[in-house]
Each structure stands twice: as structure tokens, then as C-alpha cells.
């Protein structure tokens, strides 16, 4: 007989006998043998992956593009990947790299300077031929600085100008606007004037009080700078034309005019930029001088600051107060004006948008990025050029959190969940909340969530998520968002065992 045919036989036999033997002990009364089921739970990331791939089910993202990645820094493991190889506008997003790189390249000390230079000095010193107001690009100078700096000057001697305050931009090129902004936001407070010697973003505050008798408007700071003409008309009954502030865009003039109808008792109140940020700066400054005791004679005018002026008197600014207010408020001149000073820094003086860029292509060639596969023209993300992937913020936001000098105020300056900046009502009460810290953007047709965030285990996460090409407004797609980043916060990857009890 065949060995393998003796060999089966053999065994089935001994399994016969052991079964008996297990039906015998039961027919007896002897204890059973309870076979327990193990039941292992759903695999964390798996589930991670089905709810993620749910939310992008929504009717929302059926003509809506989306790329998203994520990847914990801890293994390097991509928890989730959906079309991040996608070439999609950033928008604000882009200030990730803008904020790095100054970081880096400007140092971490870095300050952002403002000087005030006079020259011929004459009658024992306390007079000046002409004073030089000087920017190196500090995007937060405010009229209070200004005031500040006048002080220095009168503390130094000087009690009259007898010329006229000099304005200096010339660090700066002259390119005030982004490659690719749009042309109709002209004046908007989010698309300011880019220059090097910039005070109150470059905007101006109108505000209105419609009383009883007439429609009264003042300007904030006050500045002969500006002009206000009132065309609107004071109504009670009802509205034929609606009530608008607009700058005027031709002529190159920085003219308000109100026009339409306003309802008595109503207030109103609106940011413009203003075309001549540096005139405005030097107007703002020859009020300063004059409240801090002195005169001033002559006029503002824009020139450069000869090699014999001395400088008096010098505002600082730490690029860690403008690396904040840049990622935590979007705002934008911090933006364009921390591009153009990398660019002055490393490329040479005038700073230009173009140097600003190719300074940070250097930056992000150090951490490994192939630079070729991306473009950037401006430092905020305005511009409708910028092209960037999912996975190539990733990368770069794993890249830099590699960098123990940069990373740590890197960091801290971006919104919070629940907290403040522009996530301040984001995701509030949930695992989220006070834990995820990313940077936000907002275009029309598009909206970007990309930072870090940790996991209910303590694993760092960095996740990138563009959504784009919607027609109505973002909000449904920040919520996409959020509820992306909730679930990331309360992830946990630490599998347990559940055993089921016998019956």
C-alpha cells in the first residue's frame, strides 16, 4: 500500500479517537474545553482612512479638486494620501515657506530696522538742513513708532528742519504690487502697497457717523495725506443706493469718496490701502516731529539718504513679532516685505520679490526639495501663479521640523485650534482644540489647511489638505477641514485586544 495512503490513514484515525474522547469527557460530565474567540479591533489606521475617504464623498467635492497628506513624523509612515501629487494654489499656505525662510536666512535674531538721518547741522546743532526718514522693510512700523522716533530726534538736539523730510524707500525696488495680483483688488486692505518704508500695513481706517443732521467722517490716523469727499446722502425711510466707501483709482490719488444712501444713526467703518506708502509714512512723521517739539519747515519729499547724514535715532523691530503676525494674522505686507528683505539680504540692495524667491528656492533646496517642481512669485500666497503640492508641503513642513533652530518659533507662530490667529474658532471643544497648530488660506475658489498636530498617543502628525475649484464660499470646506484635522487629534495607533467572554 501506498506510504502517503498509511500515513493519512493513520492520522485520521488518531483525530477519530480524539474527538471521541472530547464527546466522551462531555457525555460524562467532565469539564469541557471552551475555545474563546480573540477578536482583534479594526485596524486604527484603517478606520482613519474609511472616515477621511467618507468626508470627500460629500456632494461638495464632486467638482472640487482635493489633495491631501499626511505622515507622522515619528515613523515616517503616510497615514493618508489623496491626490497629493496635484499642482493646486496654496494661497496663505505659502507663508509656511515665507516664515521658514526668513527665519533661516535672516537669522532668528534678525531685526527689521527703521532710521532717521539728518544732515548740516547748524545755529549750535539744534537745527538740521533736511531730515531722512529711512525703511528697511518693517511691515509693523505704526504711527506710534513714528512718534517714538520723533522723541528721538528731539532728545538728540534737534529742535527745527529747516528743509523738508526726505523720505528713503530705495531698499526696496519698485514694484509695489505682486506678480499676479489682481487688479480689482486695488485698495483692498489684503493687497497693500509693498514697500520698504510701510507704516499701518499701508491702509488707513474711514470712519462714518450718520447723525441727524449729516454724515460726519474722520480718518484714523488723521492725516492731511488723505481727502474725504461726501457724496452719500443721509436717509430715513429707505435705501435706493447702497452706502459705499471707495478710494478713487485713477489719477493716482489717495481720494475717499462716500456715495449712495446711509440710514441715520448708523456707524461704519472701513480699512483702505493707500496708494504712496512712503509720502503717507512721512507725513505721519512730519505730525510727529511737530507734537514732540519740532518745527518742520518744509515738505515731505522722496529721495535717498546721502553718504555724509548722520544717523539719530533707530526703530527695531524682532522678525519674531513679524514672523507671528505673519502666519498667525495671514497678513500679507509681513509677507512681501520679509520676501523682498531676504532678497536685499542675499541677493544685493534694491530687495525684489524675485531675489526674495530665489533666496528661499536656496533655503528649501538645502532641506531636499526639488525647487523645479513648484512655483512662487510673492511671499503671501495673493497671487494666482503660485503652484504647490500637498506632498510638497509635507515635505517641507517634516523637512523643517528637522531644524532644532528654526522649528521651535517656527512653530509657536502659527495658529492654534480654539485658540487664536485665524483658527481662533476653529475646532473648538474637541481633541483638536489647543493641539493643532497650522496655517490657514483663503482664496476666492480656494481654501488650504496645512501644520502639525498630535495625535491622542502624542505622535506628531504634519498634513497638508487644498481644496479648490468651488464656485460659493469657503466655509463648507473648512469644515472638511476641520473635521479632517479632529479626527487626526484623536487618533490613537496603540491596538488593544478585546476578548469575548464564554458563554
Known sequence: MNR???DHSFLSSVFFIILIG????CSTGRRSIVFRPVILPPDPLTVLQGKINAILQDTIFTNTHAGIKIVSLDSGTVLYDHESKALMNPASNIKLITSAAALSILDTGYQFKTSVFADDRMAGGIQIRNIYLKGFGDPLLDDMDLDSLAVAVRRSGVQMVRGNIVVDDSYFDDNYWGAGWTWDDESDPDAPYINALSVNQNCITVNILASANAISAYLEPFTEFVSIF???SLVTDSIRQPFKIRRLTVNNTNTVVLEGDIFNGRQVNQKLALRFP???AGTLFKGSLRRA???????????????????????????????NFMNKQSDN??????LKVMGAYKNGVPGSAKKGVSAEKEFLSRLGMDTTKFTAVDGSGVSRYNLFTADQLVQFLAAVAKQPGVFQKFYNSLPVAGWDGTLADRMIGSPAEFNLRAKTGTLNGA????GYVRTRDGEMLAFSMMMQNFLHSSSAYRLAQDRIGILLAGLSRIKTVQKVPAK
Request: proline letters at 2%.
Open 4 to 6: 502517503k495512503l498509511l
Open 22 to 25: 472530547l464527546l466522551s469527557g
Open 293 to 323: 517739539g519740532v518745527t518742520v519747515a518744509g515738505e515731505v519729499i522722496s529721495g535717498e539718504v546721502h553718504d555724509r547724514a548722520q544717523e539719530i535715532a533707530v526703530h527695531l523691530q524682532p522678525i519674531e513679532k513679524v514672523v
Open 230 to 232: 461726501n457724496h452719500a
Open 447 to 450: 481654501s488650504s489647511l496645512s
Open 278 to 280: 512712503e509720502i503717507y
Open 333 to 338: 505686507l509681513s509677507a512681501e516685505n520679509a
